[in-house]
């Protein structure tokens, strides 16, 4: 049973950092894309970053650039996102996303096979 399990998640206020991790098991995803999706109260789920197989292309949504890191370890299955200068719009659940297929990167939801639980992320002003 393939499982992606996220963590870090929390309350910080506006201008803190948080690090969210991801730890996939039941199937390796060193050879497939892996990202983070959020979705606020409301809204629809977007990517807030994605990384293909090897680290090499990289792709964030345009309110996170200069901010967010997003890192995997392909020892570790699994997939990292280094957050600064939090905003409270960065408010949302955060959801760590693996795709099913081999290579490319994907930046629409549904590209993404396997899903977390997802974690609360607080920006308070």
């Known amino acids: 049973q393939v499982q992606l399990v996220e963590s870090g998640g929390g309350l910080v206020q506006a201008g803190g950092s948080l690090r969210l991790s991801c730890a996939a098991s039941?199937?390796?995803?060193?050879?497939?894309?892996m990202a983070w999706f959020r979705q606020a109260p409301g809204k629809e789920r977007e990517i807030v970053a994605a990384?293909?197989?090897?680290?090499?292309?990289?792709h964030y949504v345009d309110s996170v650039k200069g901010r967010f890191t997003i890192s995997r370890s392909n020892a570790e299955n699994a997939v990292y996102l280094q957050m600064n200068s939090l905003k409270p719009e960065d408010t949302a659940v955060y959801y760590c996303?693996?795709?099913?297929?081999?290579?490319?990167?994907?930046?629409?939801?549904?590209?993404?096979?396997?899903w977390g639980q997802g974690t609360q992320v607080t920006v308070s002003s």
């Open positions: 039941g199937r390796t995803f060193s050879s497939n894309a």
């Open positions: 990384i293909n197989w090897r680290g090499s292309n990289i």
């Open positions: 996303a693996a795709a099913a297929y081999a290579y490319g990167l994907g930046t629409q939801a549904r590209e993404y096979t396997y």
